[in-house]
Structure formats: structure tokens, C-alpha cells
């Protein structure tokens, strides 16, 4: 989304408030906003177009290039399934910081969850109490991953 469109929602999300809040944006202060917006989109459209030029097409230069294997500990990301159940591939996961960090938290809660039920049926209670702590750490682990998405 551009710069100008996002101005525009956000100022048609105040204008909206205007009466909750009692306050009104002058059209002078929306002429300077949008003349702002203009000049970032303007900016951003030559810089692209400057390193289009310098760098060349990035679809020809990189054809042909494998994608990246991102993996956890040596356990692959790829395959983690999105929101839809669909399962990700590795230049997928490898575009997004979000899908990264969502592919570690779930491959922490499976082995958690592993873990569990290999503690469940754990005859000695040394090893039961031991993988319950790793199964816990994993948890927490993939709540710290889960919390970077929020970031992102």
C-alpha cells in the first residue's frame, strides 16, 4: 500500500472520530499531509526505478537461483502449514520474518509435545520430570517466537 493511500484511510478514520473527539483537521494541515505523501511516493518511485537500473532485472538475474533452506537446529522449516493448513516452502518461508518465526514456534510445540507424551510413558520418574522441564522450555521458547511475530 502506498504512502498516499495510507494517508488517506488514516485521515478518513480521523474525520470519522472528528465527533467523538471534537477536534477537526484543518484543510491546510490535510493540503501539507498530502503534499508530504506525494513527495515520499515520488521519492520511493525514483529510488526503485534507480536501482532497477543499477542492479538490472532481478527476475532474469536471479531465474534459475534455488531457494533459500531455512532450517531450525538443523530441522527444516519448510513444511510448517499457514493459517489455511497449506504447507510452506522454503522460499516462502525464507521471504517472511513472520513465517520464520511462526515455522520455529510450531516446530518447538511438536517437539514439546513429543516430549510430553514420551514423558507420559516414561517408566522412571528421573526421565519423566526431566523431559516435562525440556517440554516446558520448548513451550516457552515458541511463546518467545510467537511474541516476535507480534513485532514484525
Known amino acids: 500500500m502506498k504512502v498516499t493511500q495510507l494517508l488517506l484511510v488514516s485521515l478518513a478514520l480521523s474525520m470519522c472520530f472528528e465527533g467523538i473527539v471534537g477536534m477537526a483537521i484543518s484543510s491546510n494541515e490535510l493540503k501539507d499531509a498530502m503534499d508530504e505523501a ?17 542492479g538490472g532485472d532481478h527476475k532474469s538475474i536471479l531465474q534459475g537461483v534455488p531457494a533459500l533452506k531455512m ?19 522454503d522460499s516462502q518461508v525464507a521471504s517472511s520474518a513472520e513465517l520464520t518465526a511462526l515455522a520455529k514456534a510450531e516446530n518447538r510445540l511438536a517437539a514439546a509435545k513429543e516430549d510430553v507424551h514420551e514423558a ?33
Open 120 to 152: 507420559a510413558s516414561s517408566k522412571s520418574a528421573v526421565d519423566r520430570a526431566q523431559l516435562e522441564d525440556l517440554s516446558e522450555e520448548l513451550t516457552n521458547e515458541a511463546v518467545k517466537e510467537l511474541e516476535i511475530t507480534k513485532e514484525v
Open 38 to 54: 506525494e513527495n515520499v511516493d515520488d521519492a520511493l518511485d525514483s529510488t526503485h526505478a534507480l536501482l532497477k537500473k543499477w
Open 71 to 89: 532450517t531450525d537446529n538443523g530441522i527444516s522449516l519448510a513444511g510448517s502449514a499457514d493459517i489455511a493448513g497449506h504447507q510452506l516452502t
